[in-house]
């Protein structure tokens, strides 16, 4: 393992690609925006960076769902569980309490650029593909509520 001196700022940084396109646009353009702001976290703005990743977190789970609550994914409950276990283990990671490092942020990035891809290219893709196999217009979909400054577990585990 390296020390923290040794640890460069940007390591473990995954740009977003056209790669990860699922194709449904709204989708696409929320990961994106997911990758800006993994991309973001530093040592000195994280606790406020951490928080607005979390936020947008809980809003693109929740538009993502919407969308496929509306079209009748056979899926959806499973999917909704996959978002439900992120939580749990972003939930994990930050409840050690151990003070910001270099090393601790490049641990969170990493972790969450390789959840991001894991779960885009497998789960959501899957998603895309079924959506197109549907030959419907897609419309976006909006959160119904504004974002609530409840805690983001609170949220994330409060909305059904
Ligand atoms: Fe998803």
């Known amino acids: 393992m390296a020390t923290e001196s040794e640890v460069h700022p940007h390591a473990f940084v995954v740009e977003w690609r056209e790669g990860f396109k699922i194709n449904i646009p709204q989708v696409d353009q929320e990961h994106k925006h997911l990758f800006a702001l993994v991309k973001a976290l530093n040592l ?3 606790d406020q960076t951490l928080e607005e990743l979390l936020d947008y977190v809980v809003t693109h789970f929740s538009n993502e769902q919407a969308l496929m609550e ?3 994914y056979p899926a959806f409950e499973a999917h909704l569980q996959l978002h439900e276990t992120f939580g749990t283990q972003v939930a994990d990671f ?4 151990e003070p910001w490092s270099e090393e601790r942020i490049q641990n969170l990035r990493r972790f969450l650029n390789k959840w991001l891809i ?3 290219m497998t789960h959501d893709l899957r998603f895309g593909k079924w959506l197109e196999s549907q030959r419907t217009v897609v419309a976006p979909v909006k959160s119904a509520a504004p974002i609530e400054k409840k805690g983001f577990f609170a949220r994330l585990f409060g909305r059904r």
């Open 44 to 46: 000195e703005t994280v």
């Open 70 to 72: 509306k079209h009748g």
């Open 94 to 97: 930050l409840s050690s309490g």
């Open 118 to 120: 894991g779960h885009i």
